[in-house]
């Protein structure tokens, strides 16, 4: 039996636990006054006002042709934009469409990026049907929308006459969907930036971690034969089969602190009538803990193997890429902590922005999108919504058209609390 004293203390801690978690308090450099600010004010009352010509802007885009690799439309679009905004545009040699609005000097510099393509080929049809608030396409949310945001966010700054002390990148990135090869080559060859902020992700929620992401395609080989003289001889098929089988079964938590794999394709054999040379599969395996992601990747790769070797066929492991975890949430308490979090959070709040499902967290230490490679290389870098939407990399794709006005003025918000500068604003902000 427990001590009546030992009891009372132990309910006593347990009443306080929740209470003391609420204490949690986070710097933020939001000032609530801001809004009031008459520059500000007339800021938020033009996008308000251009609000239909966003609208149909990021219909046009959304009908582009965009596939990752293919991003040359879009891109010549938005060059095209920022030249109109006064701007010198720059392409690299992966496509990114780069423009910097200048500071005066002696501020942060911010790099938003928002990226240009699609999973879809060129050729799926993108004609954006709309249904009251609704508009139904692919691609219309994912990420198409926020391009749109973006050049909505340097248009008001043009017209309101915005200033900054830090220089202002603007980037529209490319090869997002397969790997966020255009932010990754922006990071490694550019200045890197104080801030960076990516509208890309879930409305009313700030990503400021990193997803590792690792794909691999794993390829049987054999030297095939006619399907009458098949009978017992060794065939990549069953290595598939049981490898794929055996990976399914592994056993590790799931996110957001576990892990997830998926086999994403499945492909081989060129006629009916023969055992076929060559299949593979492929994985998709993410995880923001990089001890687990790499334990993860491999034991799939000694799994793998082992089937090869248990049904006689040969195997091939290439290596699509290797995008490295920013780390679990306790890893990451240095970056919530950073003013660049909370801001977005009490914005979002300020804005009415809601993260959606009852219990769904305003921060949260994953992401998977062009703020990882500045995560993994500790730039203070978040996601933040572009639009409502749901049904990404799917046919059915739709996003809230309304939805991308309060998005857009986040991005603006964001921009102008840290253009003079990074501070907090007294008193810390406490999180639920």
Same mark, same amino acid.
């Given at each position: ?13 347990? @009443? ?13 450099? +939001?000032?609530?006054?801001?809004? !009031?600010?008459?520059? =500000? *004010? ?42 109109? !905004?006064? @701007? *010198? ?7 990114? %469409?780069? $423009? ?34 609704? @508009? ?10 926020? =391009? ?37 080559? +922006? ?18 929620? =700030? ?7 690792? +794909? ?12 009458? $003289? ?29 892990? %997830? ?21 492929? =994985? ?11 334990? @993860? ?31 679990? !949430? ?92 990074? *501070?907090? %604003? ?7």
């Amino acid at each position: 039996m427990i001590p009546t004293r030992v009891f009372a203390a132990a309910v006593a801690l347990c @009443l306080a636990s929740p209470l003391a978690a609420q204490q949690t308090t986070y710097p933020s450099s +939001w000032d609530p006054k801001l809004m !009031e600010r008459p520059d =500000v *004010k007339s800021a938020l009352g033009m996008i308000e006002k251009n609000y239909p010509q966003q609208l149909d802007e990021w219909i046009r885009l959304t009908e582009m042709p965009g596939k990752s690799g293919q991003e040359q439309v879009r891109g010549a679009y938005v060059k095209s934009v920022f030249e109109k !905004e006064g @701007l *010198k545009p720059t392409i690299d040699s992966i496509g990114n %469409v780069i $423009a910097v609005r200048k500071g005066t000097g002696g501020g942060p510099t911010i790099a938003i990026m928002a990226h240009i393509d699609v999973v879809f080929p060129n050729e799926t049809v993108k004609k954006v049907r709309r249904s009251g608030d609704t @508009l139904f396409a692919p691609g219309v949310g994912d990420n198409t929308a926020s =391009v749109a945001n973006m050049l909505a966010t340097l248009r008001t700054m043009n017209a309101t006459t915005f200033t900054s002390k830090g220089d202002i990148i603007f980037i529209a990135t490319t090869q997002e969907e397969v790997g966020l090869r255009g932010a990754e080559y +922006w990071l490694r060859t550019n200045a890197r930036p104080d801030l960076l902020i990516v509208p890309d992700g879930s409305y009313g929620s =700030v990503a400021y971690g990193a997803l590792g992401i690792y +794909w691999t395609k794993f390829v049987f080989t054999s030297p095939g034969g006619h399907t009458l $003289a098949s009978r017992g001889r060794p065939t990549p098929v069953r290595a598939l089969a049981a490898a794929i089988d055996r990976l399914y079964k592994l056993e590790f938590p799931a996110l957001p602190n576990g892990a %997830v794999l998926n086999i994403g394709q499945v492909s081989g054999g060129n006629i009916y009538n023969a055992v076929p040379q060559e299949l593979y599969f492929t =994985v998709d395996l993410r995880s923001s803990d990089p001890v687990l992601l790499d334990s @993860l990747d491999r034991t799939i790769v000694r799994v793998t193997k082992a089937v090869a070797e248990e049904y006689k066929v040969g195997l091939r492991v290439e290596v699509e890429q290797k995008n490295q975890a920013g780390g679990t !949430e306790k890893q990451l308490e240095g970056a919530r902590a950073h003013p660049l979090v909370q801001t977005a959070v009490d914005i979002n709040r300020a804005l009415g922005m809601s993260a959606g499902m009852p219990g769904a967290q305003e921060a949260v230490a994953t992401g998977a999108t062009d703020a990882n490679p500045g995560v993994v290389r500790k730039i203070p870098s978040i996601a933040i919504g572009g639009s409502k939407a749901n049904g990404a990399h799917q046919l059915q794709e739709y996003a809230i058209a309304s939805s991308a006005l309060p998005s857009t003025k986040l991005l603006y918000l964001l921009t102008a609390t840290f253009a003079d500068g990074i *501070k907090v %604003v007294p008193p810390a902000k406490i999180v639920p």
